[in-house]
Protein backbone atom coordinates (compact mmCIF):
# COMPACT_ATOMS: atom_id res chain seq x y z
CA UNK A 1 0.00 0.00 0.00
CA UNK A 2 1.31 3.15 -0.86
CA UNK A 3 0.50 7.16 -0.06
CA UNK A 4 0.96 10.01 -1.84
CA UNK A 5 1.03 13.24 0.52
CA UNK A 6 -1.63 16.39 -0.39
CA UNK A 7 0.53 18.96 1.70
CA UNK A 8 0.92 19.51 4.91
CA UNK A 9 -2.29 19.20 6.40
CA UNK A 10 -1.94 15.51 7.09
CA UNK A 11 -4.15 14.93 4.08
CA UNK A 12 -2.88 12.15 1.86
CA UNK A 13 -4.01 10.14 -1.46
CA UNK A 14 -4.68 6.21 -1.35
CA UNK A 15 -5.86 3.44 -3.50
CA UNK A 16 -9.40 2.59 -1.70
CA UNK A 17 -9.26 -1.41 -1.80
CA UNK A 18 -12.10 -3.95 -0.82
CA UNK A 19 -10.76 -5.39 2.16
CA UNK A 20 -11.52 -0.81 3.27
CA UNK A 21 -15.49 -1.53 2.80
CA UNK A 22 -16.39 -1.04 6.17
CA UNK A 23 -14.38 2.05 5.99
CA UNK A 24 -15.70 3.55 3.11
CA UNK A 25 -19.59 2.52 4.06
CA UNK A 26 -18.72 4.51 7.48
CA UNK A 27 -17.68 7.37 5.87
CA UNK A 28 -20.16 7.37 2.88
CA UNK A 29 -22.93 7.12 6.14
CA UNK A 30 -21.47 10.25 7.65
CA UNK A 31 -21.84 12.29 4.39
CA UNK A 32 -25.09 10.41 2.28
CA UNK A 33 -26.88 13.27 1.82
CA UNK A 34 -24.18 16.03 1.02
CA UNK A 35 -22.71 13.27 -1.29
CA UNK A 36 -25.75 12.63 -2.79
CA UNK A 37 -26.81 15.96 -3.67
CA UNK A 38 -24.54 15.29 -7.35
CA UNK A 39 -22.88 12.40 -6.91
CA UNK A 40 -24.91 8.61 -6.97
CA UNK A 41 -22.44 6.76 -5.37
CA UNK A 42 -24.28 6.83 -1.79
CA UNK A 43 -27.49 4.95 -3.41
CA UNK A 44 -24.75 2.35 -4.48
CA UNK A 45 -23.11 1.90 -1.28
CA UNK A 46 -25.71 1.09 1.19
CA UNK A 47 -24.48 -1.93 3.42
CA UNK A 48 -21.41 -3.93 4.02
CA UNK A 49 -22.06 -5.44 1.05
CA UNK A 50 -22.60 -2.85 -1.71
CA UNK A 51 -19.24 -1.02 -0.13
CA UNK A 52 -17.19 -4.30 -1.09
CA UNK A 53 -18.80 -4.61 -4.22
CA UNK A 54 -18.51 -1.19 -5.46
CA UNK A 55 -14.82 -1.20 -4.34
CA UNK A 56 -14.38 -4.69 -5.72
CA UNK A 57 -15.37 -3.39 -9.30
CA UNK A 58 -12.89 -0.79 -9.16
CA UNK A 59 -10.16 -3.29 -8.26
CA UNK A 60 -11.71 -5.49 -11.47
CA UNK A 61 -11.20 -2.02 -13.36
CA UNK A 62 -7.67 -1.20 -12.14
CA UNK A 63 -6.62 -5.05 -12.67
CA UNK A 64 -7.93 -4.28 -16.50
CA UNK A 65 -6.19 -0.82 -16.24
CA UNK A 66 -9.81 0.81 -17.39
CA UNK A 67 -10.25 2.61 -14.07
CA UNK A 68 -8.89 3.35 -10.35
CA UNK A 69 -10.31 4.77 -6.89
CA UNK A 70 -8.58 6.79 -4.39
CA UNK A 71 -9.18 7.69 -0.97
CA UNK A 72 -8.49 10.88 0.68
CA UNK A 73 -7.48 10.60 3.94
CA UNK A 74 -7.11 13.20 6.75
CA UNK A 75 -4.85 12.49 9.56
CA UNK A 76 -6.26 8.72 9.18
CA UNK A 77 -9.78 9.43 8.44
CA UNK A 78 -11.17 8.78 5.17
CA UNK A 79 -13.01 11.94 4.43
CA UNK A 80 -13.47 11.54 0.48
CA UNK A 81 -11.96 10.35 -3.00
CA UNK A 82 -11.14 10.85 -6.42
CA UNK A 83 -11.24 8.29 -9.28
CA UNK A 84 -11.16 7.21 -12.88
CA UNK A 85 -15.00 6.05 -13.91
CA UNK A 86 -13.78 5.47 -16.92
CA UNK A 87 -10.03 4.81 -18.73
CA UNK A 88 -9.10 3.58 -22.27
CA UNK A 89 -5.13 3.69 -22.54
CA UNK A 90 -5.51 2.77 -26.01
CA UNK A 91 -7.39 5.98 -27.06
CA UNK A 92 -5.84 7.81 -24.74
CA UNK A 93 -8.95 8.75 -22.68
CA UNK A 94 -9.89 8.96 -19.04
CA UNK A 95 -12.97 10.29 -17.20
CA UNK A 96 -12.17 12.00 -13.89
CA UNK A 97 -14.31 12.39 -10.92
CA UNK A 98 -14.78 12.63 -7.25
CA UNK A 99 -16.88 13.71 -4.12
CA UNK A 100 -16.56 14.32 -0.39
CA UNK A 101 -17.93 14.27 2.74
CA UNK A 102 -19.07 17.60 4.42
CA UNK A 103 -16.42 17.87 6.99
CA UNK A 104 -13.39 18.23 4.38
CA UNK A 105 -15.05 20.62 1.59
CA UNK A 106 -13.85 23.93 1.53
CA UNK A 107 -9.85 23.47 1.62
CA UNK A 108 -8.53 22.13 -1.49
CA UNK A 109 -8.40 18.48 -0.93
CA UNK A 110 -9.77 17.15 -4.33
CA UNK A 111 -8.38 19.88 -6.63
CA UNK A 112 -4.91 19.05 -4.83
CA UNK A 113 -6.07 14.71 -5.18
CA UNK A 114 -7.50 15.25 -9.20
CA UNK A 115 -3.83 17.02 -9.90
CA UNK A 116 -2.18 14.00 -8.52
CA UNK A 117 -4.18 11.30 -10.21
CA UNK A 118 -4.09 13.60 -13.65
CA UNK A 119 -0.52 13.69 -13.40
CA UNK A 120 -0.12 10.05 -13.11
CA UNK A 121 -2.23 9.37 -16.29
CA UNK A 122 -0.74 11.83 -18.34
CA UNK A 123 2.81 11.25 -17.15
CA UNK A 124 2.33 6.96 -16.22
CA UNK A 125 -0.28 6.13 -18.61
CA UNK A 126 0.38 8.21 -21.42
CA UNK A 127 -3.58 9.22 -21.41
CA UNK A 128 -4.22 12.30 -23.90
CA UNK A 129 -7.03 13.68 -22.66
CA UNK A 130 -9.01 13.88 -19.10
CA UNK A 131 -12.79 14.72 -18.86
CA UNK A 132 -14.92 16.03 -16.35
CA UNK A 133 -18.47 15.45 -16.25
CA UNK A 134 -20.56 17.34 -13.86
CA UNK A 135 -24.10 18.51 -12.75
CA UNK A 136 -24.72 22.03 -14.25
CA UNK A 137 -26.22 22.57 -10.59
CA UNK A 138 -22.33 21.33 -9.11
CA UNK A 139 -20.53 24.50 -8.44
CA UNK A 140 -17.78 23.03 -6.75
CA UNK A 141 -16.91 20.72 -8.70
CA UNK A 142 -17.51 22.98 -11.80
CA UNK A 143 -14.58 25.12 -9.57
CA UNK A 144 -12.75 22.64 -9.81
CA UNK A 145 -12.03 22.19 -13.32
CA UNK A 146 -11.48 25.65 -13.49
CA UNK A 147 -8.65 25.44 -10.66
CA UNK A 148 -7.25 22.26 -13.04
CA UNK A 149 -7.30 25.07 -16.00
CA UNK A 150 -9.62 22.62 -17.95
CA UNK A 151 -12.12 23.61 -20.71
CA UNK A 152 -15.76 23.55 -20.88
CA UNK A 153 -16.00 21.40 -24.36
CA UNK A 154 -20.43 21.91 -23.69
CA UNK A 155 -23.52 20.88 -21.83
CA UNK A 156 -25.29 17.68 -22.53
CA UNK A 157 -28.76 19.32 -22.30
CA UNK A 158 -31.18 16.85 -19.71
CA UNK A 159 -28.92 13.84 -20.82
CA UNK A 160 -28.47 11.91 -17.17
CA UNK A 161 -31.73 11.07 -15.34
CA UNK A 162 -30.83 11.29 -11.39
CA UNK A 163 -33.03 10.81 -8.76
CA UNK A 164 -35.67 11.07 -11.49
CA UNK A 165 -35.07 14.19 -12.46
CA UNK A 166 -33.22 15.34 -15.55
CA UNK A 167 -29.71 16.83 -14.96
CA UNK A 168 -27.73 19.00 -17.86
CA UNK A 169 -23.87 17.44 -17.76
CA UNK A 170 -21.10 19.93 -18.37
CA UNK A 171 -18.43 18.22 -20.11
CA UNK A 172 -15.17 19.68 -19.24
CA UNK A 173 -11.44 18.33 -20.54
CA UNK A 174 -7.78 18.69 -20.32
CA UNK A 175 -5.35 17.43 -22.55
CA UNK A 176 -2.11 16.42 -22.09
CA UNK A 177 -0.06 19.54 -23.91
CA UNK A 178 -2.32 22.05 -21.96
CA UNK A 179 -1.72 19.71 -19.07
CA UNK A 180 1.74 20.01 -19.02
CA UNK A 181 1.52 23.79 -19.89
CA UNK A 182 -0.75 24.15 -17.31
CA UNK A 183 1.70 22.90 -14.69
CA UNK A 184 4.69 24.80 -15.52
CA UNK A 185 2.66 28.53 -15.17
CA UNK A 186 3.72 30.15 -12.28
Keep these: MYAVSLGDDGAEL ?15 DRGRDFIGRHVGLPDRVTDLESSRAQLQAYAD ?5 RGRIYGIWVDGRLVGGVLFVTMDVDQGTAEAGCWLEPSASGRGLVTRAVRTIIDWAVEERGIHRVEWRVSAANLPSIAVAKRLGMTKDGTLRESYLYRGERQDIEVWSVLAPEWRAFGQAP
Design 61 to 65: KAAAD
Design 14 to 28: RPLEPWQAEEFLTHI
